[in-house]
């Protein structure tokens, strides 16, 4: 049972969910002063096993349900609510929210991103590094406001691209550095190092 004092976080996956599986391992431990309450998809995702393999419970609103964004995000914040998150997190979550969603649980909305931002921005900031022939990206997890990939900067590491490199390499690459700073920054927010409502959206 999850306690008062533990942060609790909404997962949004549309994909494996290897930064999500991350969060749910550091929460392995007792002393991890967060808990991963629901975990959400825009689809039939993969990573929707670690949801089950951790009697977790999960949701799914397919986009492709729906007449337009904005019914779509109003029935994710609709099931989103249901969790009294403290902090929702986009974590390989492919689809842009509604300017809706976003008013509602911005700054309390956090995002990874496989790039040094504000380099790369955007779906395929890993492909993109690639065909820039850029000797170093990056990672980041950011604060999710208005636009694409802008919001305030929370952590963020450098990657060196290696020669040879596929976006399938550099990916994974990437995703080992990403997955540290996601449980870094949970932990900071939820010991208060860092202040998510001084931050505006
Ligand atoms: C991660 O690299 C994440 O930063 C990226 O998708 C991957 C998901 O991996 N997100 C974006 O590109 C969002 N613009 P995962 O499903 O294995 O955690």
């Not at 999960?58 to 029935?75: K, L, M, T």
């Not at 902090?87 to 991103?113: D, E, K, Q, W, Y």
């Not at 406001?145 to 963020?156: E, N, R």
């Amino acid at each position: 049972m999850v306690q008062d004092s533990v942060l609790r976080l909404v997962v949004l996956i549309s994909g494996g969910g290897s930064n999500l599986r991350a969060l749910l391992e550091a929460s392995d431990d007792a002393a991890f002063p967060a808990r991963v309450v629901a975990i959400g998809a825009d689809r039939d995702a993969e990573g929707l096993a670690h949801a089950e393999e951790y009697g977790i419970p999960s949701f799914v609103v397919p986009y492709g349900s729906f007449d337009s964004r904005e019914a779509w995000g109003d029935e994710l914040l609709d099931q989103l609510s249901q969790w009294e998150a403290d902090l929702v997190i986009l974590s390989g979550f492919m689809r842009l929210l509604p300017p809706r969603v976003v008013s509602a649980l911005s700054p309390a909305l956090i995002n990874t991103h496989p790039a040094y931002l504000p380099e790369f921005p955007g779906a395929h900031a890993v492909r993109d590094a690639v065909a820039a022939s850029v000797h170093e990206t990056g990672a980041s997890v950011i604060v999710v406001d208005g636009g694409v990939d802008t919001g305030p900067i929370l952590a963020q590491r450098r990657i060196p691209v290696l020669p040879g490199d596929t976006e399938g390499r550099l990916h994974d690459r990437i995703k080992l550095v990403e997955r540290q700073l996601l449980v870094d920054v949970v932990l900071d927010i939820a010991n208060g190092r860092i202040d998510l409502a001084e931050l505006s959206a």
